[in-house]
């Protein structure tokens, strides 16, 4: 079963620049929905962006103008790019998504998280 494969994150100052890509383990008939999720320690998993299968995006208010998602539909990737960032944005980062092995069949699969870190 095709999975997804997460790059980048590390630790950074507040006010600087991380991006974080993520990659289907291999060749899939298509994707819907991508995304990328995050997780503080003792908190619950919530989505930051989404980006629809015809790239149109979606963030929550506390990353809009500071956080790009983008996709490339013929590699099958997906990219966050975080500009401006703040402690508060520290977690755990998962990529999804909705990944269809046939036209009728999909389900949804997630990266193995990459942990981001933004000192004060």
């Not at 755990?92 to 998280?113: E, I, N, T």
């Amino acid at each position: 079963q095709v999975q997804l494969v997460e790059s980048g994150g590390g630790s950074v100052q507040a006010g600087g620049s991380l991006k974080l890509s993520c990659a289907t383990s291999g060749s899939i008939f298509g994707i819907n929905v991508m995304g990328w999720y995050r997780q503080a320690p003792g908190k619950q998993r919530y989505v930051v962006a989404t980006i629809t299968s015809s790239g149109v995006p979606n963030y929550i208010d506390s990353v809009k103008g500071r956080f790009t998602i983008s996709r490339d539909n013929a590699k099958n990737t997906v990219v966050l790019q975080m500009n401006s960032l703040k402690p508060e944005d520290t977690a755990v980062y998962y990529c999804y998504a909705q990944l269809r092995p046939s036209y009728s069949r999909q389900y949804d699969a997630w990266g193995q998280g990459t942990q981001v870190t933004v000192s004060a």
